[in-house]
C-alpha cells in the first residue's frame, strides 16, 4: 500500500514540474511577442514596409526598410532552395544507400551535429576568410554563401531523425517484392515528405533571423541590391544597427522586429498546414 502511494505522490510531483516547465515556456515566448508587438505596432506603419529609404533617412523619418524585407528575402529564398538540393541527397544516401549503422553514417552524423553545434558567427567569420582569399567583396552572394553553410547542417540533421522513423520493415517490405532502390525511394519519400517541409521551414525561420552570419557577408546598404554583386542590407542586421543608435531608429528597430516576427510565425503555420494536408493525402 506505501509502495502504492509513493508511486502516485511521484507521479503527481512530475507531471506538476511537467506542467510548471510547460507554463513558464509559455509564459517567456508570450512575453517576447508581447514586448515586440506592443512596442513595434506603436511605430509601424505602411510607408516604412513600402517604401526604400530617402535620402534623409539618417536623420528623419523618410521612406522605410522595404530594402532590408527585400534583402532578407533574397538572400534566404536562393539559400534555402541550394540547402535543400544538397542536404536531401544526402538524408537518403545515408539512410537508404548506406547502413544507418555504418562507420561512413557515423562519421557524417557527428560531423554534421558538430556543424549544427557552431555558433552562426562563425559561419560568418569562416565565410568571410573564403571571400576575401578569392577576392569577393561583402554581397548578395556572400549572404547566400553563408546562409547555405547554415541551413545544410540543420536540414540533414533534422532529416535524418525523420528518416529514422520510417520502419525497416517497410523498407523490407518494398525490396521483398521486387522494388529497386529508386522505387524503394519513393515510399519513402512519401512518408517523410511532412517532416522534411517542416523542417525546410523552420531551417528558413532561423536562417531569414539570423544577424551574425550576414554582418560580415552580405553588408549593409541603404539602397537595394540590384545584382549578386551588391550589398544588401538584412532584417535582424537592420535591428542591429538601429537598436543602438538614437532616435527614431529604435522605433525602427521595434518595427523591424515585428515584420521578422510575423514573417517567422507565418513560417511556422504554413509549415504546420502543409504537414497536415501532406499527411492527411498520405493516409
Known amino acids: 500500500m506505501k509502495k502504492l502511494k509513493s508511486k502516485y505522490i511521484e507521479e503527481y510531483v512530475m507531471r506538476g514540474l511537467m506542467v510548471l516547465a510547460t507554463i ?19 511605430s509601424l506603419s505602411w510607408d516604412l514596409v513600402t517604401k526604400l529609404p530617402g535620402k534623409d533617412w539618417n536623420t528623419a523619418e523618410d521612406g522605410g526598410f522595404l530594402n532590408a524585407i527585400l534583402g532578407s528575402l533574397m538572400i534566404v529564398l536562393p539559400a534555402a ?28 552524423r ?4 558538430i556543424l549544427f553545434g557552431i555558433p552562426s558567427i562563425v559561419y560568418g567569420a569562416f565565410a568571410f576568410t573564403i571571400m576575401v582569399l578569392v577576392g569577393m567583396r561583402a554581397s548578395v552572394m556572400g549572404g547566400i554563401l553563408v546562409t547555405t553553410l547554415l541551413i545544410i547542417p540543420i536540414m540533414i540533421r533534422s532529416g535524418d ?10 523498407v523490407e517490405a518494398a525490396y521483398s517484392l521486387g522494388a529497386t532502390k ?8 512519401r512518408q517523410i515528405l511532412p517532416g522534411m517541409v517542416t523542417a525546410f521551414l523552420l531551417a528558413v525561420g532561423k536562417a531569414i533571423g539570423d544577424a551574425a552570419s550576414v554582418m560580415f ?12 554583386s551588391d550589398p544588401s542590407a538584412t532584417l535582424p542586421l537592420a535591428i542591429f544597427n538601429w537598436i543602438t543608435m538614437p532616435d527614431p531608429f529604435p522605433d525602427r528597430a521595434y ?29
Open 24 to 42: 513558464l515556456v509559455l509564459l517567456f515566448v508570450a512575453s517576447i511577442i508581447w514586448t515586440i508587438f506592443s512596442k513595434g505596432v506603436k
Open 81 to 108: 532552395v541550394i540547402g535543400a538540393c544538397v542536404s536531401i541527397p544526402v538524408v537518403f544516401y545515408m539512410t537508404m544507400y548506406k547502413r544507418r549503422a555504418s562507420r561512413l553514417s557515423y562519421i557524417a
Open 110 to 113: 557527428l560531423a554534421y551535429d
Open 161 to 170: 531523425e525523420i528518416a529514422k522513423t520510417v520502419p525497416d520493415e517497410m
Open 182 to 189: 529508386w522505387e524503394t525511394l519513393k515510399v519513402v519519400l
Open 217 to 228: 557577408t552580405a553588408g549593409f546598404s541603404d539602397q537595394l541590391a540590384t545584382s549578386l
Open 255 to 283: 518595427a523591424a522586429a515585428l515584420v521578422l516576427t510575423i514573417i517567422v510565425l507565418l513560417l511556422s503555420l504554413t509549415s504546420r498546414i502543409i504537414t497536415r494536408r501532406i499527411t492527411k493525402n498520405n493516409l
